[in-house]
């Protein structure tokens, strides 16, 4: 365990459910991130949130919505999706933002979009 | 946007033998990452190196940087099996853009 937990998972949704992906950490970090992994692609960031404030979404789809009740906890709320959202879903978090550090990351939930 | 891009694509080895991944990338940066990520999971921070520094060690990981050409190389020694996974480099300005891997394949 890296001390970001990520639950499902793994998750099968249709098109129609509405699901939500959880990311939890207990290291003490100020920032968390959403990052998107398809096959053969690079990592995509999705947010990016500091001392539970969004200071980044990178033009993601609005059929994805974060949340962030604490520093500790980080949602992504599912609602309509496409197949093609299919992939592996990355939560990981650092001591502060920025990249003056090493970032922390989850298992990941594999989301199967069907 | 795509920051780092590595090469090879991929690369496979006998245990024992050094295995050395190169990164490139565009804009100028803070400093560079490399990580690590067994197939299907998480991805697992390896080591950074600051824009002024030239070499770092950890182990069996040696990493180079070289901002006037913009890249950096990763080198495994003495490889094991346990070092198959694929290998990222994550460059920076105000954000980790990571590139698309190289995946390494130690056969015993």
């Known amino acids: 365990e890296t001390g970001v937990t990520q639950t499902p998972r793994h998750l099968v949704m249709g098109m129609t459910n509405k699901k939500s992906l959880k990311c939890e950490q207990h290291?003490?970090?100020?920032?968390m991130y959403w990052y998107k992994q398809s096959a053969k692609k690079p990592l995509e960031l999705m947010f990016v949130?500091?001392?539970?404030?969004?200071?980044e979404n990178n033009s993601v789809p609005s059929r994805f919505s974060p949340e962030c009740p604490n520093s500790s906890h980080l949602f992504l709320h599912l609602h309509t999706l496409q197949p093609e959202d299919s992939a592996l879903y990355l939560c990981a978090s650092s001591p502060g933002q920025g990249t003056y550090y090493g970032y922390t990351f989850g298992s990941g939930t594999r989301l199967t979009v069907v | 946007s795509q920051q780092g891009e590595e090469d090879p694509q991929a690369l496979s080895i006998q245990e024992g033998e050094n295995a050395t991944m190169n990164c490139s990338y565009k804009t100028s940066i803070n400093n560079l990452q490399w990580y690590r990520q067994n197939s299907g999971r998480g991805l697992v921070h390896l080591i950074l190196?600051?824009?002024?520094?030239r070499e770092k060690h950890s182990g069996r990981l040696r990493v180079t940087l070289d901002t006037s050409k913009k890249s950096s190389s990763l080198l495994i020694t003495a490889s094991r099996a346990a070092d198959t996974a694929s290998y990222f480099c994550a460059t920076n300005t105000d954000k980790l853009i990571f590139g698309t891997g190289t995946r390494l394949q130690v056969f015993p």
């Open positions: 290291l003490g970090h100020n920032a």
């Open positions: 190196i600051r824009s002024n520094e």
């Open positions: 949130y500091s001392l539970e404030e969004r200071v």
